[in-house]
């Protein structure tokens, strides 16, 4: 058995041997380069050393490589690394199997006219994955990215956000239309684990309506969806949205949110049907829970400009409690409301028309019956309506 076996390693080593004189190592990076252009649409510029292995595996490195415009590149690499197919090297052809970038950083400018400095790579991939593209050495389907960042700049918003430490897997199967993502990332020092699938890889290149499911799951908050995307004309996403977090301040104050003014804002739990329209944000059949507090109804977020969150919800029973627990609203002896200054510090960044409704209402020691309320923030001036109130046996 072990001889045969120490015959079995002789014949693939000789078999390899004879494969680097059918094929040199030029040829190899060469062709590995020209694969990896007809992939991406992008040209690689090597700027370290290239190194070729053909044995106990295939593969081809190259050290300090930027793809795209070197003066604006999409994306540099301390090291980009194509693992070759094993059988096709024995008859002198180089097929990929796979490529990984280590340390990559992947830059992503967004452009006011919607377009970026990946619009090339992106065209390049749609026209690869045409049923009858000659893919040639390029038909490689999987990357791995090992300790990247991503920088996405918005000039025209003036946004600049980095994810780093990015370990992630990709693979577009060829006997398949979707592509899929799984990995893990750091976003405001908080590890997020994600996964990304689009039923139709191609369709969603080159702005098509296609299938989505997301999944990102991070200490501060956990989210889902699951529906459609495109991105032509305009961004339009339908879908199921789900979201949950312990603490819907500290979520809020991961994503760069001021936290909100007085107390309460813990448990939070939201469901809904998502419609998004270039940056509207429809939610409809909205189930939330905020506090142990219960509502349903609809909101729609508006992200064009100045942030403003309107909507109706509906509740058996709202306990304001958390929220006005520093604020003295009744005395024991006192039918009156205090006069105290509400001052709505952490909301200067948005501006929200709400309407609640609920059977019971409580606050501290009172409780308030039938009640209809709309709070109206706009400018950091709040104005809130009572439109019903039922209390003391009256209305």
Do not use: C
Not at 79 to 87: D, G, I, N, Q, Y
Not at 303 to 331: E, F, I, M
Request: proline share 4%; net charge neutral.
């Amino acid at each position: 058995m072990g001889i045969a076996l120490l015959v079995l390693v002789a014949l693939a080593a000789g078999v390899l041997t004879t494969a680097g004189y059918l094929i040199s190592a030029d040829t190899v990076r060469s062709e590995v380069i020209g694969g990896i252009y007809s992939a991406t649409g992008l040209n690689p510029v090597l700027r370290g050393r290239a190194s070729v292995s053909l044995f106990p595996k295939g593969s081809v490195s190259f050290d300090d490589v930027v793809l795209g415009d070197p003066a604006q590149p999409a994306l540099t690499a301390e090291r980009m690394t194509a693992r070759l197919r094993f059988f096709p090297l024995l008859i002198g052809r180089v097929e990929i199997a796979d490529v990984s970038l280590e340390r990559p950083t992947i830059s992503i400018n967004l452009e006011p006219n919607g377009k970026s400095n990946w619009s090339g790579l992106i065209d390049g991939l749609a026209r690869n994955q045409k049923p009858n593209a000659r893919h040639g050495v390029a038909a490689f389907s999987e990357m791995r990215i090992d300790n990247g960042t991503v920088i996405l700049r918005n000039h025209e918003n003036k946004v600049v956000e980095t994810i780093d430490r990015m370990d992630f897997s990709l693979a577009w199967p060829s006997i398949s239309k979707s592509l899929g993502a799984t990995g893990r990332f750091v976003w405001h020092d908080e590890p997020v684990d994600a996964s990304l699938t689009l039923a139709d890889f191609r369709a969603a290149l080159v702005g098509s309506k296609t299938g989505l499911k997301l999944r990102l799951a991070a200490k501060p908050m956990k989210a889902a969806f699951e529906g459609s995307i495109s991105v032509r004309p305009t961004v339009k996403i339908e879908g199921t949205l789900a979201a949950d977090a312990d603490s819907l301040r500290d979520a809020m104050v991961w994503t760069g949110q001021d936290s909100p003014p007085g107390g309460g804002f813990g448990r939070f739990a939201i469901k809904a049907q998502a419609n998004v329209v270039g940056g509207n944000i429809g939610l409809s059949g909205v189930n939330v829970e905020l506090d142990g507090n219960s509502a349903e109804g609809v909101l729609t977020f508006v992200t064009d400009g100045r942030k403003t969150l309107q909507g109706t919800l509906a509740a058996d029973t709202l306990n304001l409690t958390p929220y006005v627990s520093t604020v003295r609203l009744l005395t024991a002896n006192q039918h009156a409301w205090s006069d105290a200054r509400i001052a709505p510090e952490g909301l200067s960044n948005i501006d929200f028309d709400l309407r609640l409704s609920a059977a019971k209402v409580i606050m501290a020691s009172a409780t308030i019956g039938r009640t209809a309320i709309g709070a109206n923030l706009r400018a950091g001036h709040l104005t809130v309506t009572v439109g019903e109130a039922q209390a003391y046996g009256g209305v």
